[in-house]
């Protein structure tokens, strides 16, 4: 695997489940990233994760709780989700660089379905 | 704060024909920018970036971007689409004082007609 892999691909949810989605950075990376893609509004950053410590929470409902256990993997848990949550979530990652707002890459996404 | 904001929510193009897609940011300072294009169903690629130096960009798929200053524009230029150029393309800004966040615009969606 290159790049950055997220599974599963689909996902649809009642909304009682949980579920998780998870995400695989192999470019050796120091920043992961969670963003949700609604359709025509820009991307809406949610989490991220540097060093493996979380930097920044963009006022996510606690309905969406981010892991991320090491440097490589990064999961969003759900929970008791609302349909407004349908939507593609991206996880992307970069080599943070002090003072350098660098490129992100970004994985294919996840495209959850709640009803 | 940092905002990106693209003007064009969707334009349509002949196959062979030139594109130019507008992006204009506000930011303070010199900002690092980026263009990105999504296809259908997948993440976001990288097409180029700009962060110092020459203004003209040159990027992947032909594409390049020119930066200028004075207007707070970064627009992306394609001499002659191709139908595989059907996407949607992303305006990016990112700073020099926060390492990680970029901002993006709202995207515009590029139609090919043969």
């Known amino acids: 695997e290159t790049g950055v892999t997220q599974t599963p691909r689909h996902l649809v949810m009642g909304m009682t489940n949980k579920k998780s989605l998870k995400c695989e950075q192999h470019l050796g990376h120091n920043a992961m990233y969670w963003y949700k893609q609604s359709a025509k509004k820009p991307l809406e950053l949610m989490f991220v994760?540097?060093?493996?410590?979380?930097?920044e929470n963009n006022s996510v409902p606690s309905r969406f709780s981010p892991e991320c256990p090491n440097s490589s993997h990064l999961f969003l848990h759900l929970h008791t989700l609302q349909p407004e949550d349908s939507a593609l979530y991206l996880c992307?990652?970069?080599?943070?660089?002090?003072?350098?707002?660098?490129?992100?890459?970004f994985g294919p996404g996840t495209r959850l379905t709640v009803l | 704060a940092q905002s990106v904001t693209q003007p064009d929510i969707h334009i349509t193009v002949s196959e062979g024909a030139s594109l130019e897609l507008r992006c204009n940011y506000s930011?303070?300072?010199?900002?690092?920018l980026f263009w990105y294009v999504q296809s259908p169903g997948q993440g976001l690629q990288l097409l180029l970036k700009y962060f110092s130096g020459d203004t003209l960009v040159q990027g992947i798929k032909g594409f390049e971007a020119e930066f200028k200053r004075s207007q707070s524009s970064f627009n992306l230029r394609k001499p002659s689409v191709h139908w595989s150029d059907a996407a949607e393309y992303f305006c990016a800004v990112g700073s020099r004082s926060n390492d990680y966040k970029l901002s993006f615009g709202a995207g515009t969606t590029v139609t090919v007609r043969a």
């Open positions: 992307a990652s970069s080599q943070v660089v002090s003072g350098s707002a660098c490129e992100q890459f």
């Open positions: 994760y540097s060093l493996e410590e979380r930097v």
């Open positions: 930011y303070g300072a010199t900002p690092y």
